[in-house]
């Protein structure tokens, strides 16, 4: 076989090249995103060198050498880079193997048809050399398609990272440049949640809900949610099945302010509580607890002036005075409810309070006074954490609509 292609060589040339002018014209006609990405020239160039190489191939396997297959690796890591789908060069590949086959068998026919039975060996071996070629190529596009998707994740993480800290400017790109390559409009509905440390947030983001863009963070997790028509509430939903804590910033209208955001929303993550109930934390329902966390030093001296003397008391007296205060607060200063939820009569919820007015010197009749000893409270729960859970006042479904406590 070797022999005949030498025989033919001069005329095969001459076929290779014109099978190559009519395979470019083939593609583009028939492959959309070959007629999108790559111009004629460069795309018959790259057909001609693969049919040749094809049938270099061919003799070097005849001759029980390996194929040559560096040509093929660069051209499916060419693919890649200009975003050829991978279906589109294999079939290229194909579709010359064909042609190359149709050519040879031509050629060999003008020149001698009675050396056509000689050339049938050949078949196997060039099909042989296809799939060899075919494979190389498909490896290398995969590789270089790997790296640039990594390659990808770097550059949105890096934008990502530039619009949650606020970066603007400088060497990287300004906010609304980061926000049109991340695909955010000018204006919308934005929120950002921080995640505690856990889970990654691969739970999140079934069909129907909100955009949510993620970072990876050594100390959790950060997501730009991009709300739409969604209400902020949503995210109660969409993060519930992920099990962790999480903090949930006010809506903003801008990319802009998705710094402030972001802080927003970690400073909402430290008032969610740490077991029992909903644990995502929307900051504008925990705006008193947020405060708190917010001025820890603040809130150290707020414990101390308020609910000092309770916190000096035994352990037992301190728990069921704090628990008392955190469920009448929670009942909108209605003994009645609180006594139903503390197992209790109501002129007990009654004495303890009592007891606490004494204690702080801080009477709860008093509005502006109520707020000082709520937030005190929240100061403690915030400090206990989880070990002391059962002073954070927990939200009820069933208590009277507001319109003043009922004692």
């Known amino acids: 076989m070797e022999r005949i292609i030498e025989e033919i060589r001069e005329d095969l040339d001459r076929r290779i090249a014109a099978a190559a002018d009519r395979l470019a014209d083939r593609t583009l006609a028939e492959d959309a995103a070959y007629a999108a990405l790559i111009g004629r020239a460069e795309l018959r160039e790259r057909l001609h060198r693969q049919l040749r190489q094809a049938l270099e191939g061919l003799v070097r396997t005849g001759r029980g050498l390996p194929v040559e297959l560096s040509d093929a690796r660069a051209t499916g890591a060419l693919r890649a880079g200009q975003g050829v789908p991978l279906a589109s060069v294999l079939r290229g590949y194909r579709q010359g193997g064909r042609l190359l086959w149709e050519t040879l068998t031509e050629t ?120 739409g028509h969604h209400p902020l509430e949503s995210l109660r939903e969409l993060l519930a099945p992920l099990g962790v804590r999480a903090g949930v910033s006010p809506v903003v209208t801008a990319p802009a302010e998705l710094a402030r955001a972001r802080r927003l929303a970690a400073l909402a993550l430290r008032t969610a509580p740490a077991s029992g109930g909903p644990r995502t934390a929307l900051l504008d329902e925990r705006l008193p607890q947020a405060l708190v966390a917010g001025e820890p030093e603040l809130a150290g001296r707020l414990r101390q002036v308020v609910l000092g003397p309770v916190l000096a008391l035994p352990e037992e007296d301190r728990r069921v005075l704090l628990t008392t205060l955190g469920t009448w607060l929670a009942c909108r200063g209605s003994t009645t409810y609180a006594a139903q939820r503390l197992y209790c009569h109501r002129n007990t919820v009654a004495n303890r309070l009592r007891r606490l007015e004494q204690l702080t010197g801080r009477s709860l009749a008093d509005p502006a006074q109520v707020v000082e000893v709520a937030l005190a409270h929240a100061a403690v729960v915030q400090r206990a954490g989880e070990e002391e859970d059962a002073y954070r006042p927990k939200p009820l479904r069933d208590l009277p609509r507001p319109g003043g406590p009922t004692r």
């Open 108 to 227: 060999v026919a003008a020149h001698d048809r009675a050396a056509l039975p000689r050339l049938l060996p050949g078949a196997p071996l060039l099909w042989e050399v296809l799939d060899r070629t075919a494979e190389a190529a498909a490896e290398a596009y995969r590789g270089a398609e790997a790296v640039r998707g990594e390659r990808e994740r770097e550059v949105r993480a890096a934008l990502l990272d530039g619009l949650l800290e606020g970066r603007d400017g400088g060497e990287g790109p300004s906010v609304p440049e980061a926000a049109a390559r991340l695909g955010l409009p000018e204006r919308g509905r934005f929120a950002v949640v921080v995640l505690a440390a856990g889970p990654g947030p691969g739970g999140a983001g079934a069909s129907g809900a909100p955009r949510v863009l993620w970072r990876l963070r050594a100390d959790g997790e950060t997501g730009l949610v991009e709300l």
